[in-house]
């Protein structure tokens, strides 16, 4: 049980200690995962950017992952989905509104700037815990298009399904625990609040801030 992201966040730097001073690009994967990004990034001495991607739920029961969609309008399904299942009126509704998203979050979050190249570099994509796998196989797969030297996935909690699922596409998966009697990734936090766009830009605001070349020591303070 973690007292919430920040703690969770502190006890995967600690796992991820290898990886000091390598200056790894940390992605996380909004929003949940923004607070826990800038922690490990700071903690190792990285950068943080973000990996845009979207959960598509179920129509019924949005909680649950039907897929992930990344920036390019991929889809990756959830195991034992039947694409052929999902109304295909629906499906493209969805899959509209969710890239619609994307793209706001990309103007919000990056203000114009274009995102930190990942190629060539050790690269830790981030996320509170992983229920089906569907998002973060999404943003690794993403990301691993972009070549980066090392692809890393990292989650303090995850279903032993899920964490078995993201598996091919990582390089390495840090996982700090895989419980199997999982239902929901908030039930391992005690504090589990929902983070907002506001806090999300606030925080990549301030890392973009501390990145100009006159606040080069407190960067790296």
């Not at 992605?27 to 190792?44: E, F, K, N, Q, W």
């Not at 980066?148 to 990292?154: K, Q, S, T, V, Y």
């Not at 391992?188 to 999300?200: G, H, I, K, T």
């Amino acid at each position: 049980m973690f007292r919430n992201r920040e703690d969770a966040a502190q006890q995967l730097a600690r796992a991820l200690d290898a990886w000091r001073g390598r200056r790894p690009l940390v992605l996380a994967i909004p929003r949940g995962a923004l607070p826990m990004g800038r922690v490990i990034a700071d903690t190792l001495g990285g950068e943080l950017d973000v990996v845009l991607v979207r959960k598509v739920g179920a129509p019924y029961q949005p909680e649950f992952a039907l897929a992930a969609i990344d920036e390019t309008g991929e889809l990756h399904w959830t195991p034992g989905i039947d694409p052929q299942s999902t109304d295909p009126h629906w499906l493209e509704r969805e899959k509209q509104a969710q890239l619609e998203t994307i793209r706001r979050r990309r103007e919000r979050y990056r203000a114009g700037r274009p995102a930190i190249d990942p190629a060539g570099r050790v690269v830790i994509v981030v996320d509170d815990g992983l229920a089906t796998g569907s998002t973060m196989v999404a943003a690794l797969h993403a990301t691993r298009a972009r070549k980066p030297e090392r692809l890393i996935c990292a989650v303090p909690v995850a279903a032993p399904s899920a964490l078995e699922r993201v598996r091919p596409y990582a390089d390495e998966v840090v996982c700090l625990s895989a419980p199997v009697l999982f239902q929901a990734v908030s039930q391992f936090y005690r504090e589990f609040p929902q983070v907002e766009d506001d806090e999300a830009v606030r925080i990549l605001a301030g890392v973009r801030a501390r990145a100009q070349p006159g606040n080069a020591g407190e960067a790296s303070s």
